[in-house]
């Protein structure tokens, strides 16, 4: 057999490849697609059923992108969520992306994790603004509610953003705010405070003592934008007889993990994601 004649008889086997292999695209992109219009984790019986696959079918392709990091498994349900690759993607060419659908599902799990109630928000001037709430899961928990404001120098998910801001920005925010003594615990001096700030940077995430509200204590990370620079913050808070000081430490990397994985959801770099160095 001539070469040429070698090559001809080889061509239909490499195109029938080609033809599987977008085949399987197809397929794994239309399991994607079911994730715009329906909850925010599929099973795989329920994805078998929405693209008309066999169940081993839907299985396998999840587990392919499970893999390359389109699709994330849930450790208890089993069930399936989009995963980190699909908001890089995304954080790469918006910087619109609505952290309050990137942290949802971090923030049901933390909530699975710690039972306590999980809390996300943002600076607005002077404030610390409650974007979004997942409830805990105890009978008694912290009456927290989306829109509630809360001070500046008392809150932990304030001391996990300041932290991360340039030193002059936080000079005139403090310049600015009167820190008045919410609690016994508040702490109403600016050099104390930036020293408590030193020290959430080093651990890479805040805790909140009672200082903003006597019985009730707070752990919170910082969450960055695909730039590196924190935009938000992700607590846990409880009363202080679930809320010791053990229990805190506990959940501070847990809290700290939560914030690494929503940052990483957003498109920030993995060299941004060290919670321990950088900032000012």
């Not at 969450?223 to 202080?240: K, T, W």
Request: neutral net charge; glycine residues 10%.
């Amino acid at each position: 057999m001539t070469k040429l004649a070698t090559v001809e008889a080889a061509a239909p086997a490499r195109l029938k490849g080609d033809a599987n292999s977008v085949f399987a695209l197809r397929r794994g992109l239309s399991i994607l697609d079911q994730f715009s219009g329906h909850e925010v984790e599929i099973g795989v019986n329920e994805l078998a059923r929405l693209v008309g696959m066999h169940k081993s079918t839907v299985s396998r392709l999840c587990a392919t992108l499970e893999n390359a990091g389109y699709l994330e498994r849930d450790p208890g349900t089993g069930r399936f969520r989009l995963g980190a690759r699909i908001y890089q993607l995304a954080g790469s060419s918006t910087s619109t992306t609505d952290v309050r659908v990137v942290a949802r599902p971090v923030m049901l799990d933390l909530v699975q994790s710690s039972s306590e109630t999980a809390t996300l928000g943002v600076r607005e001037g002077g404030d610390i603004v409650t974007i979004d709430v997942v409830d805990g899961l105890n009978h008694m928990r912290m009456a927290t509610r989306v829109g509630m404001r809360t001070q500046l120098h008392a809150s932990a998910v304030a001391k996990a953003i300041l932290a991360w801001m340039p030193e002059s920005e936080v000079d005139d925010l403090l310049r600015d705010w009167p820190m008045v003594a919410l609690t016994p615990n508040t702490v109403t001096d600016g050099s104390a405070l930036k020293q408590r700030l030193a020290e959430v940077r080093e651990r890479g995430f805040a805790f909140d003592n009672e200082e903003l509200e006597v019985g009730l204590r707070c752990v919170a990370a910082p969450i960055r934008d695909p730039h590196g620079r924190v935009v938000a913050g992700i607590s846990i808070s409880g009363p202080r007889h679930r809320m010791t000081e053990e229990a805190m430490q506990r959940y501070g990397p847990l809290v700290r993990e939560a914030g690494e994985k929503i940052s990483a959801r957003l498109g920030t770099p993995p060299a941004a994601l060290d919670g321990t160095g950088g900032g000012q």
